[in-house]
Every structure is written in structure tokens, then in C-alpha cells.
């Protein structure tokens, strides 16, 4: 046989199979790929397109194929739709905008809020196992009409579950919840919880390790974690062989979180922002007033739209139709880079973010 199937599934010669200069040689009807790995730590991917396109690029997150999150963030190569999507460091595509879930009471709630959403034509879910609507969530999707493969679905785990064997049961009792087979991105909820505050370091080495058996076998597409810090990045990449795919984090007007950021696009990996719209206070702020006045958009839409301006992804919530609708009708507009600045340096308009070292929870 001249080519066989490599873990990726993808075809690769016989001849070059476990290579040390080559990782793997694809083909498709749409192109193939050389990819050379140095030391495993720097690779180049030269991809050639059956239309003669030559594209060079690094191993980075990018929006659609082309555009670079670190471009995004000064304002250039924006996502233009809500179905837009930007791809992951291992080349998972998750869409530009989430639908949070969290306060979502678990029932009538919370599956009558994700239908709407789906309804908009958002296709990115965020739950999470301590926000107790999984089973909602799960039964939205069903009921919706939309094909499960057409939604981006994210849990994280709960905080007292740390631990590769905690972890596992955890996962299991996810998937029952949700009743599905798979889930699109798994995160760490919390790097330091209370419970395991004396070994927190060895809890999410355990948890991580899980998360990487996992999503090796197919049952998560891409892994993360939520509201890490550069200290926990790096004790935990001490026994890591995958990094975080994802960063979920407090990303809102006036808290930038600026170290965080700076390192998580360092090292390539996506910035989620939860509470995009801060607090009620937000909508208090003669600023934002003046913003809104200005764009002719609402404040909350104001400040979606910033958040992609500053190539986050983020995931506004609501329980309300009226602004399910109203957060994702925010692409026929752009916000002026000084309105940008402005926006961001709205210090503690809307508070900060709680010190993950510290919580009680």
C-alpha cells in the first residue's frame, strides 16, 4: 500500500511515516500539507492550494483561514458575522460569539434562553457543570432543530471535582447531563479552587492530564481552562504535553486584565471573555452613554463589539428574546481604535476580577 492513515486519520506515505524531520504529509481534494517540526518546538506549515495560492504561516490562532488574532486586536481582518469563526492552536474552529449561560436558572429558563439564541443563529453554548443547567442545555440543543455538529458546546468543570480520577468522573457525569456524545471545549473552571488550596499545583496537573486523555480519544475537541494566570500557566505546563487551547477570563470596560492577555497571545491562545458587559453599573457610565449616542447602538452592543475589536471572543448572556437578539446584531458597525482605547481605560467602571488565589468557592 503507497499511503496508509496516521492518528489524524489523515493519508500519509508509508515511506515517511514517523519521520523525525517530517510530522506528516497530508492529502486532500483541497490541498495538501508539509509540515517540518524542529525539536518540537518551532514548525512552519506550508499549505499549497489547488488553486496555486501559496500561504505561509505559523502555528497561531487565525479567523477564517487567514487573518491572525494578533492582527484583530489592532483593529484589522475583523470577524464579520456572528457564524464567523476563529481556529484554535490544533485547528478547532469555534464561532466568534458565545452564548453564556451562567444564572440560567436550570428548566424552563434555561432551555427556552439557549432556543432563542440558537434561534438568532448563535451556534456557540457556554455552561458549565457549577452553573447546574447542563441537562437544560442539552435538551435546547435537541429541541432546537439544529444539528448538534452545528453548535459549539463548552462545560467546564466544577471546582470540588480537581484530580485525574475526580476529573474523569466529572467529565462522565457532563456528558450525562448533557446527553451527547461529545463536547466541543472542556475547561478548568477555576485554578485554585478552596478545597484544594495547599495542592492546587498537583490537583490540575491530575485534572489536566485527564483533559488530554480525553481529548485524545475524540470525546473533547479541544481543552482549556478559565481564569488562569500567568503563574498558573506555568506550573501547570511543567507536567503539560498539550497547552491550553482556550482562556476564559473577566474581559469587560475598564478591566483589561493586561498580563493575562499579553501572555495568553504570547503563547497563542484564545481569550474568552465572560461578563462582557460588566455589571449594571456599565450602563451608568456617562462615557458609554456618549458612545452609544454616538454609534447609534445600545451600550450593551457597544461594548460585544468592543470585545471583538479587541480580538476576545465574548459571551454575553441574557434570559431576555429582545437582548439574545440585540447582543448579536453587532457586526454592521466598527468602533474607532481611540474609542477603543477610551472604552478599555474605563478603569474599574464596572469592578475587577476576582483574584483566582483567593476565592472562597
Given at each position: 500500500m503507497l499511503f496508509k492513515k496516521n492518528k489524524?486519520?489523515?493519508?500519509?506515505?508509508?515511506?515517511?511515516?514517523?519521520?523525525?524531520?517530517f510530522s506528516w504529509l497530508a492529502f486532500s481534494y483541497k490541498y495538501f500539507a508539509i509540515t517540518l517540526t524542529f525539536n518540537k518546538i518551532f514548525a512552519i506549515r506550508l499549505q499549497f492550494h489547488i488553486d496555486l495560492e501559496l500561504r505561509l504561516r505559523f502555528m497561531i490562532p487565525i479567523y477564517n483561514q487567514n487573518n491572525s488574532l494578533s492582527n484583530c486586536r489592532l483593529g484589522e481582518n475583523i470577524v464579520k458575522t456572528l457564524t464567523d469563526c476563529y481556529e484554535l492552536s490544533s485547528g478547532v474552529k469555534i464561532p466568534c460569539i458565545g452564548f453564556g449561560t451562567w444564572q440560567a436558572k436550570n428548566g424552563d429558563m434555561a432551555v427556552s434562553s439557549v432556543k432563542e439564541a440558537l434561534k438568532c443563529g448563535y451556534?456557540?453554548?457556554?455552561?458549565?457543570?457549577?452553573?447546574?443547567?447542563?441537562?437544560?442545555?442539552?435538551?435546547?440543543?435537541?429541541?432546537?432543530?439544529?444539528?448538534?455538529?452545528?453548535?459549539?458546546?463548552?462545560?467546564?468543570l466544577q471546582n470540588d471535582m480537581h484530580g485525574y480520577e475526580n476529573t474523569m468522573e466529572a467529565f462522565k457525569q457532563t456528558m450525562k447531563?448533557?446527553?451527547?456524545?461529545?463536547?466541543?471545549?472542556?475547561?478548568?473552571h477555576w485554578p485554585n479552587p478552596v478545597k484544594y488550596r495547599d495542592q492546587w499545583q498537583e490537583a490540575n496537573a491530575g485534572t489536566w492530564k485527564a483533559f488530554?486523555?480525553?481529548?485524545?480519544?475524540?470525546?473533547?475537541?479541544?481543552?482549556?481552562?478559565?481564569?488562569?494566570?500567568?503563574?498558573?500557566?506555568?506550573?501547570?505546563?511543567q507536567t503539560a504535553a498539550i497547552q491550553p487551547m482556550v482562556n476564559q477570563i473577566r474581559l469587560c470596560p475598564g478591566d483589561t486584565q493586561d498580563n493575562v492577555v499579553d501572555y495568553c497571545r504570547k503563547h497563542s491562545i484564545l481569550l474568552e471573555?465572560?461578563?462582557?458587559?460588566?455589571?449594571?453599573r456599565i450602563f451608568e457610565v456617562p462615557q458609554m452613554q456618549s458612545l452609544a449616542q454616538k454609534y447609534g447602538k445600545s451600550i450593551a452592543q457597544?461594548?460585544?463589539?468592543?470585545?471583538?475589536?479587541?480580538?476576545?471572543?465574548?459571551?454575553?448572556?441574557?434570559i431576555t428574546p429582545e437582548r439574545i437578539r440585540e447582543n448579536a446584531d453587532v457586526?454592521?458597525?466598527?468602533?474607532?481604535?481611540?474609542?477603543?482605547?477610551?472604552?478599555a481605560g474605563l478603569k474599574g467602571c464596572c469592578g475587577y476580577s476576582a483574584d483566582p488565589d483567593t476565592i472562597t468557592w
Open positions: 489524524h486519520q489523515r493519508l500519509i506515505p508509508e515511506k515517511v511515516a514517523g519521520n523525525s524531520c451556534r456557540h453554548i457556554d455552561t458549565a457543570a457549577g452553573y447546574g443547567n447542563e441537562e437544560s442545555v442539552g435538551i435546547a440543543v435537541k429541541e432546537s432543530g439544529v444539528a448538534r455538529e452545528d453548535i459549539f458546546i463548552t462545560s467546564k447531563n448533557l446527553d451527547m456524545d461529545y463536547l466541543d471545549l472542556y475547561l478548568i488530554e486523555e480525553l481529548h485524545k480519544a475524540g470525546l473533547i475537541r479541544a481543552i482549556g481552562v478559565s481564569n488562569f494566570q500567568p503563574h498558573h500557566f506555568d506550573a501547570l505546563m471573555a465572560y461578563s462582557p458587559l460588566g455589571v449594571g457597544i461594548c460585544v463589539r468592543w470585545s471583538l475589536e479587541r480580538g476576545y471572543l465574548p459571551l454575553p448572556k441574557s457586526f454592521d458597525f466598527r468602533i474607532s481604535p481611540e474609542d477603543v482605547q477610551t472604552i
